[in-house]
């Protein structure tokens, strides 16, 4: 089965700063790569996915990804953040019939 | 599109009692749709996959009988909690995916369960 593995649980900047989220996965076949938002209070929302194509992926809200596959890694970056990109983010691997969650990154920006 | 409708959103019940939670998707077929329980803190756990018409994959370590998984059809899955202790008082999220890879994986709003 596979595994997530997300770094840095707290994150706090201020607005404006950049923000990299790491992710890592482990799992041997085909994998489909998701990130998704959690704001306070709300359900989750797709940011973004990749399936296959081009490895950078752009998502809503100016997000973007990197699925790099030698380092089983992809990647959540945002050049600038806004107060309202105040939330918990988790990225999420699909393989095998299943979708396993990272332990998400939650992400404070001060204003 | 690509909207799933979980309720309640809310529930309060008895320990001993069952609540039964639903998930339904509004504008497609949902052949495979999946239950996970979020602890505070924490991240989404995986408890059990269920395809539409036959009887649910349960994740090691969760208890078929006392969360009891239906998914008769294309458009509603139902997780009952049977016998609910406060141990299971946690945030529920419902997800279902479509047919084909364009609507990926879409969630639920989450029903809070706590039991007293």
């Known amino acids: 089965a596979q595994s997530v593995s997300q770094h840095n649980h707290h994150v706090i900047l201020s607005e404006a700063a950049s923000l990299e989220l790491g992710c890592n996965y482990s799992y041997g076949g085909t994998v489909n790569l998701f990130w998704y938002v959690q704001y306070p209070g709300q359900h989750l929302q797709l940011l973004l996915k990749y399936f296959s194509g081009d490895p950078l992926v752009k998502g809503i809200k100016g997000f973007e990804a990197e699925f790099i596959k030698s380092k089983f890694s992809f990647n959540l970056r945002k050049p600038s953040v806004q107060w309202s990109d105040t939330a918990e983010y988790f990225c999420?691997?699909?393989?095998?019939?299943?979708?396993?969650f990272g332990k998400g990154n939650q992400v404070v920006v001060i204003p | 599109g690509a909207v799933v409708s979980q309720h309640p959103s809310r529930v309060i019940c008895k320990s001993g009692t069952s609540v039964k939670i639903e998930c339904r998707s509004l504008?497609?077929?949902?052949?495979?749709m999946f239950w996970y329980r979020q602890f505070p803190k924490k991240s989404l756990m995986l408890m059990a996959t269920s395809n539409e018409g036959s009887k649910a994959t349960y994740e090691q370590g969760v208890e078929k009988d006392k969360f009891l998984i239906n998914h008769a059809s294309l458009t509603l899955s139902t997780l009952t909690v049977t016998s609910a202790h406060p141990e299971d008082s946690s945030f529920y999220i419902c997800s279902a995916r479509g047919q084909g890879s364009y609507y990926g994986y879409t969630f639920g709003s989450g029903t809070r369960l706590t039991v007293v």
């Open positions: 999420a691997v699909s393989g095998n019939n299943r979708l396993a």
């Open positions: 504008d497609f077929q949902a052949t495979t």
